[in-house]
């Protein structure tokens, strides 16, 4: 870290503010002059109401909004502007002679005057941060520097960002922070290899916890409570950070969690999906370290009416890019490509901008404090990647902008009473390619309900139709389905030979249940690049066998679908068994029959698919998407460009950038090994390993596990 930054000194704070009190006194003049409803009568009006309404902002507002913050949680800031045009209309009350005919135009004059404040102050700072850093230091009080802290660390999540794509914007420009970081050699960067779910609820479960056991994808059917579990459902999320919390996670005891999806048993977190309990029912409820109040991580960052305008008009600005980027791709008939209308232009900023910017605040707040670890989401990329594609110019533009607020916290890092260090790292990366659903003409929803003998209703799609789209393409995935690959002609054998043996039990499966079917007795759920298939209906891992008898043409059928690369299963006599068109894979045994369906995955494919073999709502099919290497596209079975969920491609290899005088992490596989390094780093620090005490245990907890080994 650079030497200390300097606060802005007395004499050049004073001047500030006599220039800011003489623009708003003459912007009060001029909407005097220009406004129906606002009139100034006297010359010493404007610079006294200027005055008094310096005065209240600094004195007044933020005690207003400490009262007021919902209003402004549930308006995104909007709200702050009615109460601050409340505010001018209450000072033209006090002032004799003002006029102010209604709070409509107190609010127009609330809005002038919230740009031509931040205009000026924007104008006479040397760096926005200082004046930040000096206002949150009156608030909270002076903060002496102690030298016998160990470095604090902000670990820094860009979400989906592959570590190819990161070298490219490195080298191309549109990573500028951290480009210089590694040229000037302060930080080194690495990748880190996920699990077969690469995304987030897997990947952050397990760098912030230490395991993500039984974790199978961002959503997944639990069959013993007829119930699909999703991580970004706040109740779901409570549930599963209690199974996986034992009190020692990454930001234990007084560490910070910014816009995560769980908390790593930080003591302080706002925009995180495990802690809304005021949405979560009482008795699913996590007992918290320290009390919040709804919204308030917004605090700081709405409590100035200047930040509410600045994101309305970044926001605007991002809403043109969306709109710019999807007419171009329409223009220029860009495939692959999803549709980008309806809301989700006005949707998008949401993530791209207005998280971005309330976290980045309270990483501020959190320097500020001193907290010794702090982890943060920056959801931008992966949200435009979705739609936009991994490296199109929309897409980068907004990773652009989430490498503008690194280079700012590193700045404002050096203004904090203690030392920070910045770890850059990624959950998981993306892969491009043709959504499934598109490029054959049915959902794999469809396609096993077709397969298992459901009916077969309207033909359903999530793509725009053209000319390039068969309009029978169903019937040709019927035949690729059907088509004489040596593992399904293998499979029909089996089922013909298994005609006649004898099964212990037999059912009737249901058309019913709290999750819907896409066929009597079969539930399908997707995520990402992955899709899994329960059979509710009976109980426990359904085996090969057991599928091979009820639903004869399941197996085969996908093993040759052209959009399907492997599927795992579990044999009765084999144990866990990796099927794909050409050959299959006994886990267990490690022998290759034919081609292995695996090799396209990489080297540790087979020991990320067997561990999830092992886990307790393990589906009884597990389908993974086709990787092409030629091309390096996959087809993800939801309708996004860019996608992620499971092995293939840019998705499994994420990005980590630490400081280079670290001890190098080596090859990590899975988030458990990530966070085993991140740990490390910190132990390395002087930073003291969590005891967890008094903490509650989780069944798939660290502590839990490592106990349940040493009985075994």
């Known amino acids: ?40 009568t006297s010359w010493w009006q404007p610079p006294v109401m200027a005055l008094l309404l310096g005065l209240l902002s600094a004195l007044a507002w933020p005690l207003v909004m400490r009262v007021a913050l919902p209003v402004a949680f549930f308006t995104l800031g909007l709200g702050s502007f009615l109460l601050f045009g409340a505010l001018v209309l209450a000072v033209s009350y006090a002032i004799p002679g003002v006029q102010m005919s209604s709070l409509q135009v107190a609010v127009w004059v609330a809005i002038v ?14 760096d926005e941060d200082e004046i930040f850093f000096r206002r949150a230091r009156r608030r909270a009080g002076a903060l002496a520097e102690d030298a016998d802290r160990p470095p604090g660390v902000l670990f820094l999540q860009i979400d989906a960002l592959s570590y190819d794509t990161a070298r490219r914007a490195v080298r191309d420009g549109w990573m500028p922070n951290l480009a210089s970081w590694l040229r000037t050699g302060s930080h080194a960067m690495t990748s880190w290899h996920t699990d077969w779910s690469s995304q987030t609820g897997a990947a952050v479960s397990g760098i912030l916890h230490g395991s993500n056991h039984d974790i199978l994808g ?67 409820r996590r007992t918290r370290r320290t009390p919040s109040r709804v919204g308030s991580g917004y605090y700081a960052y709405f409590a100035n009416p200047v930040n509410a305008l600045r994101t309305i008009g970044v926001s605007l600005v991002d809403v043109v890019r969306e709109l710019v980027a999807a007419a171009r791709e329409r223009r220029d008939d860009v495939r692959p490509r999803v549709s980008r209308g309806g809301i989700y ?20 707040e959190d320097m500020l404090a001193g907290r010794p670890a702090v982890y943060a989401d920056f959801l931008g990329y992966d949200e435009a990647a979705h739609h936009g594609g991994l490296e199109r110019a929309d897409s980068l533009a907004v990773l652009r902008t989430i490498d503008q607020q690194l280079g700012r916290l590193r700045r404002a ?85 298994a005609g006649a043996v004898r099964h212990d039990h037999d059912f009737e499966p249901g058309t019913t249940g709290d999750v819907p079917r896409v066929a009597p007795g079969v539930v399908c759920v997707v995520s990402g ?50 099927l794909g068109r050409d050959g299959l894979h006994r886990l267990a045994t490690g022998v290759v029959i034919g081609a292995d369906p695996l090799l396209p995955y990489g080297e540790h494919a087979a020991a990320l698919v067997a561990r999830v073999s092992t886990f307790p709502h393990c589906a009884d099919v597990v389908i993974n998407s086709r990787y092409d290497p030629d091309t390096d ?30 001890t190098a992490p080596g090859e990590v596989v899975g988030a458990e090994h990530l966070h085993r390094v991140l740990r490390g780093w910190l132990s390395d620090l002087g930073h003291p390993e969590p005891t967890g005490e008094g903490a509650a245990i989780g069944e798939h907890s660290p502590t839990a596990l490592d106990a349940a080994q040493v009985r075994s």
């Open 1 to 40: 870290m650079g030497p200390h930054g300097r606060l802005l000194r007395t004499g050049r704070t004073l001047a500030r503010v006599v220039v800011t009190w003489a623009a708003v006194t003459g912007a009060l003049v001029v909407l005097s002059d220009r406004l129906d409803g606002f009139e100034l």
């Open 113 to 126: 005057l919230a740009v031509v404040s931040g205009l000026v102050s924007s104008l006479l700072a040397v």
């Open 218 to 284: 961002f959503r997944w059917y639990e069959k013993d409570r007829d119930h699909i579990t999703r991580v970004s459902h706040p109740t779901d999320a409570v549930e599963v950070e209690r199974r996986h919390s034992d009190g020692r996670g990454l930001l234990a005891p007084d560490g910070a969690g910014r816009g995560n999806l769980f908390t790593g048993d930080a003591a302080h977190v706002s925009l995180t999906m495990s802690s809304l309990s005021h949405v979560v029912p009482a008795r699913a």
């Open 345 to 364: 232009p006005l949707a998008r900023p949401g993530v791209t901008v207005i998280s971005r910017d309330v976290v980045v605040f309270a990483l501020l």
């Open 413 to 497: 890092a050096t203004l904090a009473p203690r030392e920070y260090h910045l770890v850059v790292l990624s959950d998981h990366g993306q892969t491009q390619g043709w959504a499934f659903a598109d490029r054959f003409g049915e959902s794999i929803e469809e396609l096993v309900g077709r397969l298992c003998g459901g009916p077969v209703g309207a033909r359903r799609s999530t793509g725009t139709r053209d000319s390039r789209r068969p309009v029978e393409s169903w019937q040709v995935a019927t035949a690729l389905a059907e088509s004489g690959g040596p593992i399904a002609r293998r499979l029909r054998d089996r089922v013909e030979r």
């Open 529 to 578: 690049h992955q899709a899994m298939v329960s059979f509710p209906d009976l109980p426990g891992r359904v085996s090969l066998e057991e599928i091979e008898r009820h639903w004869p043409g399941l197996l085969p059928g996908l093993v040759d679908h052209d959009g399907v690369g492997f599927l795992l299963v579990h044999s009765e006599e084999f144990g866990p068994v990796v």
């Open 633 to 662: 596209e996959a087809s993800p079975f939801e309708p996004h460009v860019g996608s992620h969920g499971g092995l293939g491609g840019p998705q499994q290899h994420a990005l980590l950038a630490y400081p280079r005088a670290w």
